[in-house]
């Protein structure tokens, strides 16, 4: 599924990514965890091609298929999605207009048809009273005013309708209390399926006793500096990431 | 300075300047070195149908200045003010409006044409006691005309005053607004969307007096400019000594587009009076990068992404219009004018 080889990047003249791989097959869970400033976030950011992010070096394939050169809309057709630790407000366009403009796109970019407005609310309405959220907030602009929990909970929403094959969630748990920590974690878990890869990014552990990983990696310095299965968070956890960050450095 | 004279007497002496504080972003002295000579006439068959023909129960038609220049109404009506302008001459007219007390009435006016000219409009609207007026007012004008409304509006307590400008811009384009205001329970709104592309200038200039107590005025402006085009806003409420209980909000966002193009903004509160509440905000910038890429990352082509934010933008004002046709107008207007983008 997902493969990155040796991939370096850097943010206008620092170097963030410093010859990381990894590998992702599909229907697994994979975590990242590392300190901050370890290159976290860049990860998830060239993995969706976010502006300001260079790759100078290494690939980043989806099933064979080249990542880097792909414009941001044309990954996220080819499956790939990211959940934002900061879901952005799009003020004025409803969440209902929003998903149903980005699922009719990506078709679109795949050469399938639509979907109709009767099938699309039917399908939405399924999802959302599945993660508790209230139809009636569909048709507010997504994202103003809700909570962070809400936003979260948009974001997993998203997901459910958008059926992407690589998640790639970013501190999807920070600034989420327990009973919202739940309800995303049981939305995310209820995703996982043999034609799936996930990327769980996280600092803490906290988020990894809800979605249990097949694998954990130490990000570190630019790089996977530790992998191994989900004992190595709990190690993580008690440890800390001191003894990583000198094997880093 | 007195355009309608400049226009009649056909001497560019008499053109507001940069020199006037009101008319220092919208030079037309700067601009017109020769005055142009008098508009020949158009008939009215000639003049085709405007924008709004179809949703109003009377049209008043001035074409190249020719036209009505005493208007009552009354009881429940629509009247659409369709301005007609045509060729390369200078025109001025006038027109004077009564709305009877307790009268509900839609104005759908609209400024179009074709050529160069140079054309000024002044309006008297009278509004009586209790009436409700909404005013539609689409400016959509050729790219190298010159064109210049100017509305004064007397309120009168207990009445409703809600309009919304539509602006394409022009050469120069200038919709002014100016409001006496008596308090005594009656509301103003003052709305307006300017999208301009090419070369085009639009002005949105607006003034509301509040003379006595219990007065309310609220406004919303946005803005989208792109290429080489420029926008203004010039917004002044003043709250007289005595207008007591005054309630004034006021807001203008622009969009810029390109690194070319240019918002100048002048918003004015001028409170004499007590326990008066009033607010402005007024913002200039970007589309929000952030949400472009929110947007892109859940496979939302950039074109259409952008569309549709510029769309959400521009549409919160447009949603505010309560006539139905005069809002589905303004929605094909802007989607016309935000095309490309």
């Given at each position: ?249 | 300075?007195?355009l309608a ?57 001035i ?8 208007l ?9 003010l369709?301005v ?8 001025a007219a006038q027109l004077k409006i009564a709305i ?7 104005l759908l006016e609209s400024y ?7 054309s000024h409009t002044a309006l008297e609207i009278e509004i ?5 007026v909404e005013r539609i007012v689409l400016a ?7 064109g210049v409304s100017q509305a004064q509006v007397t309120l ?5 005053f809600v309009q919304t400008v539509?602006a ?5 384009q200038r919709i002014e607004t100016r409001v006496r205001h ?6 103003a709104?003052l709305d307006a ?10 002005d949105i200039t607006t003034e509301v007096a ?132």
């Amino acid at each position: 599924m997902l493969k990155i080889e040796n991939l370096h990047a850097r943010v206008e003249e620092a170097e963030i990514l410093k010859g990381l791989s990894l590998e992702v097959p599909a229907g697994e869970v994979h975590a990242i965890m590392g300190p901050n400033g370890a290159g976290k976030s860049t990860l998830s950011y060239v993995l969706s091609g976010r502006a300001g992010y260079e790759v100078t070096q290494g690939t980043a394939t989806l099933d064979g298929e080249d990542l880097l050169s792909l414009a941001p809309d044309v990954r996220a057709a080819r499956g790939v999605f990211l959940s934002f630790q900061y879901p952005l407000e799009i003020p004025g366009v409803p969440a209902l207009t929003f998903l149903r403009t980005a699922l009719n796109a990506q078709k679109k970019a795949r050469g399938e048809p639509e979907v109709a407005a009767p099938a699309f609310l039917k399908l939405v309405r399924e999802k959302a009273a599945a993660l508790k959220i209230d139809f009636e907030m569909l048709k507010r602009s997504l994202n103003v005013g809700f909570s962070g929990g809400e936003k979260k909970r948009m974001e997993i929403l998203q997901m459910a309708v958008l059926e992407p094959r690589l998640l790639i969630l970013d501190e999807t748990d920070s600034g989420l209390d327990i009973d919202a920590l739940r309800i995303v974690s049981e939305g995310v878990n209820a995703l996982r399926s043999p034609g799936r890869a996930m990327l769980v990014i996280t600092h803490y552990q906290r988020l990894l006793d809800y979605i249990t990983p097949d694998r954990v990696h130490v990000l570190s310095g630019g790089r996977i500096v530790a992998s191994g299965g989900p004992e190595l968070a709990l190690e993580l956890e008690r440890e800390g990431y001191d003894r990583y960050a000198k094997a880093a450095a | 300075m007195n355009l309608a004279a400049a226009i009649r007497d056909q001497d560019v002496a008499q053109l507001p300047s940069r020199r006037d504080e009101d008319w220092r972003w919208t030079d037309l002295r700067g601009l017109i070195r020769q005055a142009p000579e008098p508009s020949t006439p158009i008939w009215a068959e000639q003049a085709g149908e405007g924008p709004f023909a179809a949703l109003a129960g009377r049209t008043v038609l001035i074409a190249n200045g020719h036209g009505e220049r005493e208007l009552s109404i009354s009881g429940q009506a629509v009247v659409a003010l369709d301005v007609v302008s045509a060729g390369s001459g200078g025109h001025a007219a006038q027109l004077k409006i009564a709305i009877a007390p307790d009268a509900a009435v839609v104005l759908l006016e609209s400024y179009r044409g074709t050529g160069e000219y140079l054309s000024h409009t002044a309006l008297e609207i009278e509004i009586g006691v209790g009436a409700s007026v909404e005013r539609i007012v689409l400016a959509d004008e050729p790219a190298e005309a010159v064109g210049v409304s100017q509305a004064q509006v007397t309120l009168s307590p207990g009445a409703s005053f809600v309009q919304t400008v539509l602006a394409s811009g022009a050469r120069r384009q200038r919709i002014e607004t100016r409001v006496r205001h008596p308090g005594g329970h009656a509301q103003a709104r003052l709305d307006a969307v300017y999208l301009l592309g090419g070369k085009r200038h639009a002005d949105i200039t607006t003034e509301v007096a509040h003379a006595h107590v219990d007065g309310t005025t609220d406004q919303l402006i946005k803005g989208v400019v792109r290429d080489q085009a420029r926008g203004v806003f010039q917004g002044r409420i003043v709250v007289s000594e005595g207008a007591d209980r005054t309630q004034a909000r006021m807001g203008h966002h622009a969009l810029i587009l390109s690194d070319r193009a240019e918002v100048d903004a002048k918003p004015e509160l001028e409170i004499y009076a007590d326990d008066v509440t009033c607010a402005h905000g007024n913002t200039v910038g970007a589309l929000d990068e952030e949400a472009l890429f929110y947007m892109r990352q859940r496979g939302i082509p950039e074109g259409q992404a952008r569309a549709l934010l510029i769309e959400a933008f521009v549409g919160e004002v447009i949603d505010r219009i309560a006539h139905e046709g005069a809002r589905e107008v303004a929605r094909g207007w802007a989607a016309e004018r935000l095309k490309g983008e």
